[in-house]
């Protein structure tokens, strides 16, 4: 299987949104490595082959800073880093 990489700087949300159902990003990566204690493997398998859909996220307090705080974590992990 090839891996393909999706430049996403210039997508809109929706698109963004889009995107992250055709392939597997980091919040998925942790998931499946069984490190995130609210999604299992097998709900990511689900959710990725359609079989179920993704909850939506879009009212929730953390994912509501984990966007808007984005940039900033980015920067600062690169500087540490």
């Given at each position: 299987?090839?891996?393909?990489l999706?430049e996403?700087?210039?997508?809109d949300?929706?698109?963004?949104?889009a995107?992250?159902t055709?392939?597997?990003?980091?919040?998925d990566?942790?998931?499946?490595?069984?490190?995130?204690?609210?999604?299992?493997?097998v709900?990511?398998w689900?959710?990725?082959t359609?079989?179920i859909?993704?909850?939506?996220l879009?009212?929730n307090?953390?994912?509501?800073w984990?966007t808007?705080?984005e940039?900033?974590?980015?920067?600062?992990?690169?500087?540490r880093t």
């Open positions: 299987m090839a891996t393909v999706t996403t700087r210039n997508m949300r929706q698109e963004w949104l995107a992250r055709q392939g597997i990003g980091g919040s990566a942790a998931a499946i490595a069984g490190l995130n204690p609210w999604v299992s493997p709900q990511v689900l959710e990725k359609g079989q859909e993704s909850p939506d879009s009212g307090e953390s994912v509501y984990g808007v705080l940039d900033v974590v980015a920067r600062e992990f690169a500087r």
